[in-house]
Every structure is written in C-alpha cells, then in structure tokens.
Antibody, heavy 119, light 107 residues
Framework: QVQLVQSGAEVKKPGASVKVSCKAS????????ISWVRQAPGQGLEWMGW????????NYAQKLQGRVTMTTDTSTSTAYMELRSLRSDDTAVYYC????????????WGQGTLVTVSS | AIRMTQSPSSFSASTGDRVTITCRAS??????LAWYQQKPGKAPKLLIY???TLQSGVPSRFSGSGSGTDFTLTISCLQSEDFATYYC?????????FGQGTKVEIK
C-alpha cells in the first residue's frame, strides 16, 4: 500500500532553517512527484511547491521563492523540503502529498510534520 | 491565482441528514476540482477528483457535481464519521488553490 512517512516535529528559532523528509513506499517513486502543502494552526491549506521524482524539476509557490528548496533521493525514495529564514508565520503542519504532475489532486498524504518557529 | 470560495464556512447537521457544500471558483476551471475531508490532527483525505469521480474506497454517499465555476459536494446520509472539515481544491492552473474549508459539526 502507498505510504508517505514524514520526519518528526521541529522547533526552530526565527531566522533558522528546517528540513522535513518524506519517505515513500508502496509505489514506483520516480513515476510520481511530491507536492508540499502546509497548514497554519486553525487555518486552511496552502500549496508550497512540487518536485518531480523522475528528473528533479521543481515548481515553487511565488511567495516562497528564494526561501524553499525541494529535493529527492531516489536511492531511498525520500523527498525533502527545506525552508530557510524561518518566521513566526511559518509555524504550521507541513504535509507531503503524491502528485504526478505538479498541478493535480493529491491522492496520498504524509501524516504531517509540525514546525514551530519561536524565539 | 484562482480564488476558491466555499459556503457555508460551517454548519451543524444531524446524522442521517443530506448535506451540500458549495465551492465557487473566481474563474472557470472546467472540471479540475477535488474535494478532501480532514479530521482534527489528521492529513486531508481525497474524496472526489475531476469534480465528480469518487476516489477508490470512498463511500458512495459522497458525490460531487459541477463544472466551470460552481461545484457542490453532497453527502446523501450523514454518518457520525463524516463530521469533519471539507476542502475543495482547483488544479486547473498554477498555483493549485484550496477553498477556506467548511466545518460540518454535530447538531
């Protein structure tokens, strides 16, 4: 069965960076991409960007350009999302989700990773 | 970016009720619309894609309709496990955007 398992919760200070991992199993990793979606406390869902696991192509949300980097390691079927220059409004649950094209619906999701940014 | 507006933002209903949630896009998105269910502390779960196609394993009491700018999610007979927040998402153009959510609460 398809599973996306994310790394654990993180607490970071403003200005720091965080890197969240998402390990995929149950399907051919390179046949799909991974989108990252975040949800601030009590708020809705915000798409952050997408990476192709086939060739590493990326597409980032404009508001995060320059602060976010998405990568994959095909040897371990793992996707990574790094967010830099963290601010308090980056406090959110970060989800990875399977996404074949970068502009698609999300059929499988990770369990979420809470990132708290606080001084 | 395309703005997705759901209505209502929340409402109360009883088990057995037929409920409808509406999602409106700020411009036409054909049928590139998905619906998700999210329970507290959990990841969203895909219910419907392509506006009306039921995701595998989702109960048939869920249905979706619409195209262009106006869409609906209907739950024909509300069950206790359906009390949750529902989101629509357009994937017609970048960036994919979500509605603000509709919370279905127990009356």
């Amino acid at each position: 069965q398809v599973q996306l398992v994310q790394s654990g919760a993180e607490v970071k200070k403003p200005g720091a960076s965080v890197k969240v991992s998402c390990k995929a199993s149950g399907y051919t990793f390179t046949s799909y991409g991974i989108s990252w979606v975040r949800q601030a406390p009590g708020q809705g869902l915000e798409w952050m960007g997408w990476i192709s696991a086939y060739n590493g192509n990326t597409n980032y949300a404009q508001k995060l350009q320059g602060r976010v980097t998405m990568t994959t390691d095909t040897s371990t079927s793992t996707a990574y999302m790094e967010l830099r220059s963290l601010r308090s409004d980056d406090t959110a649950v970060y989800y990875c989700a399977r996404d074949s094209t970068g502009l698609n619906y999300f059929d499988y999701w990770g369990q979420g990773t809470l990132v708290t940014v606080s001084s | 970016a395309i703005r997705m507006t759901q209505s209502p933002s929340s409402f109360s209903a009883s088990t057995g009720d037929r409920v409808t949630i509406t999602c409106r896009a700020s411009q036409g998105i054909s049928s590139y619309l998905a619906w998700y269910q999210q329970k507290p502390g959990k990841a969203p779960k895909l219910l419907i894609y392509a506006a009306s196609t039921l995701q595998s394993g989702v109960p048939s009491r869920f249905s979706g309709s619409g195209s262009g700018t106006d869409f609906t999610l209907t739950i024909s007979c509300l069950q206790s496990e359906d009390f949750a927040t529902y989101y629509c998402q357009q994937y017609y153009s970048y960036p994919g955007t979500f509605g603000q959510g509709t919370k279905v609460e127990i009356k």
